[in-house]
């Protein structure tokens, strides 16, 4: 497709009525393309050192139903995950450490709210909100309330 890159088209193929399947072939092994072109539903994703003669029956592999992946995105996506694993751990580690006041407190940071509209919330002023914040940022090892929210999401409290 003529000034669209490969992700983009994949995406776009993947919305037709009845979509084919798609197996990206690439230079580019970052894991922002290997995990974009999975979601995006490409059954998967190899690289063009792949030798030749192994294309076809990965191509073949993949129409059957099946994912197909390059051993560079499969070490990517593994590597991704347990850095996932590992995040979430230890927002849960840290979040085990508040009170439940203040994990209400936190999941109303990871919502994205000021402290008034926390106060209203949770039926608290707002100097009662503004302490607990700034003891869940000790307790929590984080220097603002940006890192405490990110936090937030890591350990599940809160969904994009």
Known sequence: MPGVDGLTAIECIMKLDQPPKVVAL????ADQY????LRSGASGFLVKSTPPEDLIGLVRVAADGHTVLSP????RIVAASSDEDAARERAKALVGKLTERETDVLTCLGE???????ATKLFLSEATVKGY???MLVKLECTNRTQAGLL???AGLVSR
């Open 26 to 29: 690439t230079t580019f092994d």
């Open 34 to 37: 290997v995990m974009r072109a």
């Open 72 to 75: 560079v995105a499969m070490r």
């Open 112 to 118: 994205g709210l000021s402290n008034a509209q926390i």
């Open 133 to 135: 914040v700034s003891r």
């Open 152 to 154: 937030a999401y890591d």
